[in-house]
């Protein structure tokens, strides 16, 4: 018997061992913050988990972490360059931490991985409006189902306007969560020296350029603009005293002055400062989004007035700061701009925040191309007030041109023909376009579509390509 009974308990010992060590291996999918190859501080889950091991597209990490509060969820290996990544609770909107030890052949110096497993990162982005429906900015769509809008010197935001998204995206820039949506004018004012054939243009003393993309909200183009008259224009700022013009209104309902740029020759004995050729006088304006104290050579800001300049000066009586982006490690940012202080592709400037784009993945046109007045999209995370880029979209390189897209996402409204119709209040006219999932005589009102056109002249989108959705 005793010798029957020796074996029996060995392997029951045995198989107690085995199925004790699986439970053990499976625990790392349980719960928790913890997440290889994400940022610390924006894992959506709380709770805790062991280490959980994974392996993504081109190599292998272990993630780790663990937050306050309490949480389940289970945890998935990330595909693509990443590591795997710990479970996400269900609890805790923002408040786990996870930290990382996962390797990952293309980091961006952020310790973010480029597998992404969910919209977690807390996210800025700034740059033009190239779609709606929710909103697409700079190539990212943002849903904004639950986002609240503030929209100055417009009835609501349209393609072209300047923009700052906050909100969450995916570490991949594909898609985002918006929770904030902020869009103002740059300029305002009377312009003169006009030269078409170059495309630029002055308003008050800041010199503006436009390029393929810039959209037409009431004229054909430049030629349509008249010097002395009042115009409004959103754009990106470029060298001090200069903006790229992304959206222009020939004819504004109000002719308050505006003016944005970089202060130059700021003067706090005599409170002025300079944006281009414009004189400001901010004796008796009030500050918003910024103190006055805080007020230096280099930081962008608004300057509004109530009377046109005299003797090229502004008498303020509002001083905004211009759209905020975030400095902080880890916080993943767009940037959509004109290039200034370049020295290589590791090191430049847009929107007056440094860039690396060493080892960003690079579109658009070659990279032999960037250099100062390029007008770019960046895509990346910040890391010691650099944004270290992931992807590099060029967009436009002064004398070449570059690509413009526009998108529309939505039900087709107000349909008189296939050149009448809109879609989320933007007049289309799709009478050439290419269609796909159905014909021209599918067109009418109800109908959703995807809208793909490369401008907007006088205030329509040429519709290029026009997609049924089921």
């Known amino acids: 018997m005793s010798t029957m009974k020796t074996p029996r308990r060995l392997l029951l010992g045995l198989l107690s061992a ?37 392996t993504g597209g081109d190599s292998t990490g272990t993630g780790t972490g663990s937050g306050s509060g309490s949480g389940t969820g289970s945890g998935t290996g990330a595909a693509g360059d990443s590591g795997g990544t710990g479970g996400t609770g269900s609890t805790g909107g923002d408040a786990g931490a996870g930290t990382s030890t996962a390797g990952n052949s293309n980091t961006d110096g952020s310790g973010v991985g480029s597998g992404g ?33 503030t929209i100055e010197d417009a009835t609501g935001l349209q393609i072209g306007m300047s923009a700052r998204v906050a909100g969450k995206v995916d570490d991949n820039f594909t898609s985002g969560i918006a929770n904030q949506v902020v869009s103002a004018a740059e300029l305002r004012g009377a312009v003169s020296n006009i030269d078409v054939p170059a495309g630029t243009f002055v308003v008050m003393g800041i010199g503006v350029s436009i390029d393929s993309a810039t959209v037409w ?27 790229r013009a992304t959206r222009i209104q020939v004819s504004p ?42 007020l230096a050579n280099g ?19 509002k ?61 990346g995370f910040m890391s010691g007030g650099v944004l270290v880029a992931k992807k590099l979209r060029i967009r436009n390189v002064p004398g070449t041109g570059g690509p413009a897209s526009f998108t529309l996402i939505g039900a087709i409204g107000a349909y008189r023909s296939p050149a009448d119709f809109r879609v989320r209040g933007q007049p289309v006219d ?20 995807t809208v793909v056109g490369d401008r907007v002249v006088d205030g329509v989108l040429i519709a290029q390509h026009v997609t049924f959705s089921p």
């Open 217 to 243: 909200g009431d004229a054909n183009g430049l030629a349509d603009v008249k010097a002395g008259s009042i115009i409004q224009v959103w754009g990106l700022p470029g060298a001090p005293g200069t903006l």
């Open 319 to 379: 001083v905004q700061g211009w759209y905020a982006i975030p400095t902080s490690d880890g916080v993943a940012v767009q940037l959509a701009g004109v290039i200034t202080d370049f020295v290589s592709r590791g090191s430049f400037g847009v929107l007056g925040t440094p860039v690396d784009a060493t080892n960003a993945q690079i579109t658009g046109g070659p990279v032999g191309s960037l250099g100062n007045g390029v007008k770019v999209e960046a895509d």
């Open 253 to 294: 309902t109000v002719a308050d002055p505006l003016a944005t740029g970089a202060v130059q020759s700021l003067d706090k004995a005599h409170k002025t400062f300079m944006l281009g050729q414009l004189t400001v006088n901010y004796g008796t304006a009030v500050f918003a989004g910024l103190d006055e104290s805080s």
């Open 299 to 317: 930081v962008v800001v608004r300057a509004r007035g109530t009377t046109a300049p005299v003797g090229g000066v502004l008498t303020a009586t």
């Open 18 to 54: 085995g199925f004790l060590a699986l439970l053990l291996s499976c625990g790392g999918g349980g719960g928790g913050g913890g997440s290889g190859g994400s940022i610390a501080g924006f894992d959506v889950g709380t709770g805790s988990a062991p280490a959980a091991t994974a």
């Open 430 to 449: 799709a009478d050439a376009a290419v269609f796909e999932n159905g014909t021209k005589s599918d067109l009418r009102n109800g109908r959703k579509v």
């Open 117 to 149: 497993t969910g919209v977690t990162a807390d996210a800025a982005g700034i740059g033009a409006a190239d779609g709606l429906g929710s909103i697409i900015l700079n190539g990212l769509r943002y849903d904004t189902d639950s986002a609240t809008f």
